[in-house]
């Protein structure tokens, strides 16, 4: 059973492939009948308008989740808060695409895989304010009572990324504990707080990557670093040879 499809896999599956369980070619003349046999298996797996709409979403939700490079436990947990949204008729008057989407930044969250809304809206074919407010909507009226990400998460994936060593993945984390026993880090987004980190330590230890650099891996603009990297710096009395 999966709650990938939308009849969580309990019906009987005709494949698309021209071989039958065996393994042998299915003859030609029975061709056509297989092919009428699998057009009326998807109409009646989807036989009211709910089914259609959350057969939609699911395949919607796996083509954000490929396209992003999300495993499975991410995927699951993306269509268990569709399903709730649809359940509790969260889903009328929003679109498919806004609702799978926010729906998948959601499951992010939840299973604390570091991923921006920026990264899911870009791949998606909501806008991203269309996306936050659902999102924002559904985990309301759900109850998710989701926590900030921690910019820990968002330090490792990103200085792997810039292909910065260890070394400076650890000083940058060191900087934001440093930062978050300050509250430094209060109000402030993750990505941004995270990306300032990576900065400071970069430069620090000579590894240095340019701001620009840095916001377009991150996905923050090269204002938010400056602005983060001078507050964290200047609080936390370090020292910055530009």
């Not at 919607?60 to 947990?77: M, P, T, Y």
């Not at 984390?173 to 880090?185: C, D, G, M, P, V």
């Not at 340019?210 to 200047?234: H, M, P």
Request: charged share 25%.
């Amino acid at each position: 059973m999966t709650v990938m499809v939308h009849d969580k896999g309990l019906s009987t599956d005709i494949g698309w492939g021209s071989r039958d369980i065996y393994g042998n070619n299915v003859p030609t003349k029975n061709r056509s009948q297989v092919y009428r046999m699998r057009k009326w298996q998807n109409r009646t797996r989807a036989s009211n308008s709910a089914d259609r709409n959350l057969a939609q979403a699911l395949n919607e939700l796996n083509r954000l989740a490929s396209k992003i490079g999300l495993h499975r436990q991410v995927r699951e947990e993306a269509a268990m808060l569709y399903r709730r949204a649809v359940q509790d008729n969260l889903v009328r008057g929003r679109s498919v695409e806004g609702v799978a989407a926010a729906a998948l930044y959601g499951a992010c969250r939840r299973c604390e895989v570091p991923r921006t809304l920026s990264e899911i809206t870009e791949a998606s074919r909501a806008s991203k304010k269309e996306v936050g407010r659902t999102y924002r909507y559904i985990s309301r009226e759900l109850k998710l009572n989701l926590q900030p990400a921690s910019p820990a998460v968002y330090i490792i994936r990103f200085c792997r990324e810039l292909e910065l060593p260890g070394y400076v993945e650890s000083a940058a984390i060191n900087i934001l504990n440093q930062a978050i026993e300050a509250e430094l880090t209060s109000g402030r987004g993750p990505t941004g707080v995270a990306a300032a980190a990576i900065y400071i330590a970069s430069v620090v230890y000579d590894q240095r990557k340019t701001q620009k650099t840095i916001a377009d891996t991150v996905g923050v603009t090269e204002v938010t670093i400056r602005n983060r990297y001078k507050e964290l710096a200047k609080n936390l009395d370090i020292t910055m040879y530009l």
